[in-house]
């Protein structure tokens, strides 16, 4: 009996390319990987529209959704709007609750209006923003998986993540984090895989991890 392929879409986080899923490997008898890119938003586009646009661009039907950082938080919306065989985040949250002080105080105080200029002017501050401050160790390294420097969709992700409003758990979804994630800490966070030092880049040097374990979780009921 031939066995059905299972599509899987893997989305990137905020402003960075497909290129953070090079290394990421599915046996090919089972799975077949497809990688989303960021499109520009529309003005003052919800996030939940946002969301059914990037769906629709999924023709498969039961798929799995993979999303990293700010994708993980898209890729639970777009779970809203189509059927899904399973949902997993990876260096993300799964509510607004899990986002850490920092990001609570920006939204309170509407502090994040004022980073977009400084982001798009400065590649450094960028990635530090997206992957955590220890990066710029290796800046070189990560420009090539930085894509976007649009202000007007910078604006609008930072905001999104920020004002995120999502109040509860979406039921069955996986989330992998890594217990030395700068952006979004653990201690925010329940119910969760646990990856021993993983930060907030994990997709790209743990890879192997994700490679020997994503087909078993995708396969688990």
């Known amino acids: 009996m031939i066995q059905q392929i299972i599509h899987v879409y893997l989305m990137p986080g905020m402003a960075a390319s497909s290129k953070i899923f090079e290394n990421i490997e599915l046996p090919s008898h089972q799975f077949e990987t497809h990688c989303l890119e960021w499109i520009p938003p529309f003005d003052n586009e919800s996030i939940s529209n946002y969301a059914l646009r990037m769906a629709q661009k999924i023709k498969e039907i039961d798929v799995v959704l993979i999303g990293v950082s700010f994708g993980g938080i898209l890729v639970q919306e777009m779970s809203k709007h189509i059927k899904v065989r399973k949902l997993i985040i990876v260096s993300s949250v799964k509510t ?70 999502q109040d509860t758990v ?13 952006v979004f800490p653990t201690k925010h966070m329940s119910n969760y895989i646990s990856i021993s030092k993983g930060t907030h880049i ?15 979780i995708i396969l688990e009921k």
């Open 96 to 165: 607004m609750h899990e986002l850490p002080k920092r990001m609570k105080f920006a939204k309170a105080t509407k502090a994040y209006k004022l980073l977009p200029t400084q982001l798009v002017n400065n590649m450094d501050v960028l990635a530090k923003y997206a992957f955590g401050k220890n990066v710029i160790k290796r800046i070189d390294l990560y420009k090539k998986y930085l894509s976007i420097n649009d202000s007007n969709y910078l604006s609008w992700a930072i905001e999104k993540i920020v004002c995120w409003n």
């Open 170 to 182: 979406i039921p069955d979804i996986i989330h992998i984090q890594g217990e030395n994630d700068p």
């Open 202 to 216: 994990m997709i790209i040097n743990k890879y192997k991890w994700f490679n020997e374990n994503l087909p078993r």
